[in-house]
């Protein structure tokens, strides 16, 4: 972590579903020039607390701080004007249009491309390693492909701060390893903060110098990769022996 680096912050943050508590009281910070792990077992608050960071959902308690300055109540779009992007699980492109075409539309609303767009947008593809297939159809390219596509789709809005959650699912180990360098470029030239959610343990600690970890909404641990693995707590709630 970088001294006086920016950051998105979460303090303390409780989010209630009905009568479920999705998370209690948990805090993490996403820095500039950082790539920060979030992993845990499904259903333990790693996607409700990327929505609370990305400004989709509102917690009951906590606050959320921008560059030190308080975000909390921000709208989704307030926090990507900001530098705030994020990806979803699912992959959600325009299928019938290019993939450059879905990369302007992306930057349309925040300005994120500049004044020459279409130019800019190539840029991101070429970072992407996508330029091949810019005025391809989004919707005929294999999976792995569209994945990266939605990825340059976020980087497309200026993202200071990139929340991906579960970027690897449904790829095979060839496209994995696609993905995570196209995240290193991402972070090498950028130099944007990252969290990632995944559930590809491998690709976890490959990637990422810090790793948070949940359960049952709450933080269980923080540390590196390596203090992670050794984590008695971490292996029995998840890891296992998959580390």
């Known amino acids: 972590m970088t001294a006086g680096a920016a950051q998105l912050e979460a303090r303390e943050v409780s989010v209630r579903f009905g009568g479920l508590a999705a998370l209690s009281g948990?805090?993490?910070?996403?820095?500039?020039?950082?790539?920060?792990?979030?992993?845990?077992?499904?259903?333990?608050?790693?996607?409700?607390?990327?929505?609370v960071l990305s400004g989709f959902v509102k917690p009951v308690a906590g606050e959320l701080f921008l560059d030190g300055h308080r975000?909390?109540?921000?709208?989704?779009?307030?926090?990507?004007?900001?530098?705030?992007?994020?990806?979803?699980?699912?992959?959600?492109?325009f299928r019938k249009l290019t993939v450059r075409e879905n990369i302007v539309i992306a930057g349309l609303g925040t300005g994120g491309l500049g004044k020459r767009p279409r130019s800019a947008a190539m840029g991101l593809l070429e970072l992407m390693e996508l330029?091949?297939?810019?005025?391809?159809?989004?919707?005929?390219?294999?999976?792995?492909?569209?994945?990266?596509?939605?990825?340059?789709?976020?980087?497309?809005?200026?993202?200071?701060?990139?929340?991906?959650?579960?970027?690897?699912?449904?790829?095979?180990?060839t496209e994995t390893d696609e993905l995570m360098e196209s995240v290193r470029n991402v972070h090498r030239e950028r130099g944007c903060g990252v969290m990632i959610i995944e559930?590809?343990?491998?690709?976890?600690?490959?990637?990422?110098?810090?790793?948070?970890?949940?359960?049952?909404?709450?933080?269980?641990?923080?540390g590196s990769p390596?203090?992670?693995?050794?984590?008695?707590?971490?292996?029995?709630?998840?890891?296992?022996?998959?580390?």
């Open 26 to 51: 948990v805090s993490i910070s996403v820095v500039e020039g950082e790539v920060l792990g979030l992993i845990g077992p499904n259903g333990s608050g790693k996607t409700t607390l990327l929505n």
């Open 71 to 93: 975000a909390s109540g921000w709208p989704s779009r307030r926090l990507a004007r900001n530098g705030v992007g994020r990806t979803f699980q699912g992959v959600r492109l």
């Open 131 to 173: 330029a091949d297939v810019a005025e391809t159809p989004a919707g005929s390219l294999p999976y792995g492909t569209q994945r990266r596509v939605a990825l340059a789709r976020t980087l497309a809005t200026s993202p200071r701060f990139l929340l991906l959650d579960e970027p690897a699912a449904g790829l095979n180990e």
């Open 199 to 222: 559930h590809d343990v491998r690709l976890i600690m490959q990637l990422c110098a810090r790793i948070h970890v949940l359960d049952y909404g709450r933080t269980i641990a923080e």
């Open 226 to 243: 390596a203090e992670i693995r050794q984590n008695p707590v971490v292996i029995e709630a998840y890891l296992g022996s998959a580390a």
